[in-house]
């Protein structure tokens, strides 16, 4: 039943995002294009609508990174809304399957689009910007990070990048059901549902600053000998460094769980249709 639930939920969506996802990589194309050919050409020829050309292009391609981001998000996000707590929702809900299965089907589209995304931008900065040089220095890159995890933080590079590519993939999956608990809230009003959804969604940001803070300042105080230790050791710094990133790890996990599991309650048990 996920499957079909997916299946719906990309054929639902793609007719908007692909044409998006796809201009981003063809303007990228034709960026490539046009720095390769400004490096073959001499300065004191090129033209001033060569350049303008240019910086048009560049002008446009951050726009539609933007554009890619932000409507992505409101798609995602209405149709979640529509078909759970709005008109449609009466159709969903009669699909042989749990209103939870149906959240978190939404919830992996969602996620998947994310990815989608953001292998986008990341492909289409490697479109623009590939070359030698580049990948040189990359590898450079990567070669002193590997040294700073293994002989600072004597930690495996392996552990080391698992634990922030988990950080990443935990972070965005709360964020969506951060959205989700926001809307399933927001519905149980019977007038201005948006409205209290976006209050919901204000609220529990002010809320997890509110945590986020006191949750740090009680790890930094269990660790104050590193917080003294800091400014003169690196050692101990390194070390603190790992322990965070655990920390926020942690952090992530616990409240996505809580995030999730409010909005399991409100969806099975306290579901507004009215």
């Not at 951050?62 to 008109?87: C, E, H, N, P, Q």
């Not at 220095?137 to 590079?157: K, N, T, W």
Request: charged fraction near 10%.
């Amino acid at each position: 039943m996920l499957g079909k639930i997916l299946k719906y939920e990309f054929k639902s969506t793609y007719k908007i995002i692909t044409p998006l996802i796809l201009a981003v990589l063809v303007l990228s194309l034709i960026l490539r294009f046009q720095l390769t050919a400004m490096d073959s050409i001499n300065f004191n020829e090129r033209a001033i609508g060569y350049q303008a050309g240019l910086g048009l292009s560049i002008f446009f391609y951050i726009m539609l990174i933007f554009a890619t981001s932000i409507v992505t998000f409101i798609v995602l996000v209405t149709r979640f809304y529509k078909t759970m707590f709005g008109d449609e929702g009466y159709l969903t809900l009669t699909l042989p399957c749990q209103p939870d299965l149906l959240m978190n089907g939404k919830a992996l589209a969602f996620f998947i689009w994310n990815l989608a995304i953001s292998a986008t931008c990341i492909l289409s900065f490697f479109i623009i910007g590939f070359s030698k040089e580049v990948l040189g220095f990359i590898a450079d890159m990567f070669d002193g990070l590997r040294s700073f995890i293994y002989e600072d933080l004597g930690v495996a590079p392996v552990i080391f990048y698992t634990i922030i590519i988990l950080i990443c993939l935990i972070s965005i999956i709360m964020g969506i059901y951060k959205i989700i608990m926001c809307l399933a809230i927001g519905q149980l009003s019977n007038s201005h549902k948006v409205g209290f959804a976006v209050l919901a969604f204000l609220g529990t940001n002010f809320a997890v600053g509110i945590i986020d803070m006191i949750l740090s300042l009680v790890f930094q105080l269990g660790n104050i000998g590193s917080i003294y230790s800091i400014s003169m050791v690196i050692d101990d710094y390194s070390t603190a460094l790992f322990r965070t990133l655990i920390f926020t790890l942690i952090k992530y996990i616990v409240y996505t769980v809580v995030m999730y599991f409010i909005s399991h309650y409100i969806i099975n048990k306290k579901l507004n249709l009215e």
